[in-house]
T-cell receptor
């Protein structure tokens, strides 16, 4: 069974730009969550989508947004990038009590 | 104060030792408790999950939950160098899709 896939794996952007990250969940999983991981703040919840609807949202500014498509694939967008947005962005798909992570997209903002 | 506090480490043990990793939490609504292992430059890998107080065993790993004390632990028996990684505890209220994580404990098992 294929795991969670994320593209791209690495990304370098400059301040003020915007970026879109993509996630394909495990087949059959309808919930997709996004997390930001940094050395200083650890793993923080961004938002969760279930059946194309945002089900939960973390404490991040509105520059962070996402969406989910009918095939459960999800995208995350960050607009007006700031230096502090440099992080590993992790996508996870889940079924009730089991959550599985992808390898992440490492975003560097210069 | 954070909802989930994890023993910070780092932890260094000899091969074959028993390792204890611990987290405390303040949100009594947490129902699902998970442990993840994360190798450098990789995504977290789900090791174990449970939703009841008591012990759950899987091979060399035992997850322990004490809801009355708001305390969870992961024990690793006969630790191996391949166990060297960062271990993250995570908890959620209704389902795993919205989890709150501890900051992680970095474990090194020396041959």
């Amino acid at each position: 069974k294929a795991g969670v896939t994320q593209t791209p794996r690495y990304l370098i952007k400059t301040r003020g730009q915007q970026v879109t990250l993509s996630c394909s969940p495990i087949s059959g999983h309808r919930s997709v969550s996004w997390y930001q991981q940094t050395p200083g703040q650890g793993l923080q919840f961004l938002f969760e989508y279930f059946s194309e609807t945002q089900r939960n949202k973390g404490n991040f500014p509105g520059r962070f947004s996402g969406r989910q498509f009918s095939n459960s694939r999800s995208e995350m967008n960050v607009s007006t990038l700031e230096l502090g947005d440099s992080a590993l962005y992790l996508c996870a798909s889940s079924i009730v009590d089991e959550q599985f992570f992808g390898p992440g997209t490492r975003l560097t903002v210069l | 104060q954070k909802e989930v506090e994890q023993d910070p480490g780092p932890l260094s043990v000899p091969e074959g030792a028993i390792v204890s990793l611990n987290c405390t939490y303040s949100n009594s609504a947490f129902q699902y408790f998970m442990w993840y292992r994360q190798y450098s430059r990789k995504g977290p890998e789900l090791l174990m999950y449970t939703y009841s107080s008591g012990n759950k065993e899987d091979g060399r790993f035992t997850a322990q939950v004490d809801k009355s004390s708001k305390y969870i632990s992961l024990f690793i028996r006969d630790s191996q160098p391949s166990d060297s990684a960062t271990y993250l505890c995570a908890m959620s209220e209704v389902h795993a899709g919205k989890s709150t994580f501890g900051d992680g404990t970095t474990l090194t098992v020396k041959p």
